[in-house]
T-cell receptor, first 113, second 114 residues
Framework: KAGVTQTPRYLIKTRGQQVTLSCSPI?????VSWYQQTPGQGLQFLFE???????NKGNFPGRFSGRQFSNSRSEMNVSTLELGDSALYLCASSLGLLSYEQYFGPGTRLTVT | EDQVTQSPEALRLQEGESSSLNCSYT??????LFWYRQDPGKGPEFLFT?????EEKEKERLKATLTKKESFLHITAPKPEDSATYLC????WGRGSTLGRLYFGRGTQLTVWP
């Protein structure tokens, strides 16, 4: 069974630009969660989508948004990038019903200059 | 505020020197505790799920245990390839919500030298 895939793996953007990251979950998984990981803050929860609906949200500004498609693939968007947005963005999928075992993708390394 | 605390932050062991990592939590309504291993620049790799106090899970040189307030990850006779950051996460119900989410600790960075 294929694992969670994320594209692109690396991105370099300039302050003020926007970026879209993509995540394809494990087949059969309906929940996708997004996390931001930085050396100083560790893993910070962004949001979770289940069956195309956002059902949980962390404490991030509205510049961070996401969506989920009918095939469970998910995208997250960051608008008006700031230097502090440089991080490893991780996507994790789970069955999303009674099981909360999350399986992570390799991440997208975003660098904002 | 719900909290997951891992200790120590960093641990250096000589190959073969067994030790334990700690994960303590103060969340209410625990629905599960998870251990992950993360190598530099990669996504966390799922290791174990524990659901109730007294439960134990094993995988190769790793054994995870759970009590009502904490979990331990025991590493027996570690090898250099066990060097990684070990993350603990708990699944708990959120305040004001009937749905849960995972709360992660900061991790323990383990280095095993030959």
């Amino acid at each position: 069974k294929a694992g969670v895939t994320q594209t692109p793996r690396y991105l370099i953007k300039t302050r003020g630009q926007q970026v879209t990251l993509s995540c394809s979950p494990i087949s059969g998984h309906r929940s996708v969660s997004w996390y931001q990981q930085t050396p100083g803050q560790g893993l910070q929860f962004l949001f979770e989508y289940f069956s195309e609906t956002q059902r949980n949200k962390g404490n991030f500004p509205g510049r961070f948004s996401g969506r989920q498609f009918s095939n469970s693939r998910s995208e997250m968007n960051v608008s008006t990038l700031e230097l502090g947005d440089s991080a490893l963005y991780l996507c994790a999928s789970s069955l999303g019903l009674l099981s909360y075992e999350q399986y992570f993708g390799p991440g997208t390394r975003l660098t904002v200059t | 505020e719900d909290q997951v605390t891992q200790s120590p932050e960093a641990l250096r062991l000589q190959e073969g020197e067994s030790s334990s990592l700690n994960c303590s939590y103060t969340v209410s309504g625990l629905r599960g505790l998870f251990w992950y291993r993360q190598d530099p620049g990669k996504g966390p790799e799922f290791l174990f799920t524990l659901y109730s106090a007294g439960e134990e899970k094993e995988k190769e040189r790793l054994k995870a245990t759970l009590t009502k307030k904490e979990s331990f990850l025991h590493i027996t006779a570690p090898k250099p390839e066990d060097s990684a950051t070990y993350l603990c996460a708990v699944h708990a119900w959120g305040r004001g919500s009937t749905l849960g989410r995972l709360y992660f600790g900061r991790g323990t960075q383990l280095t095993v030298w030959p």
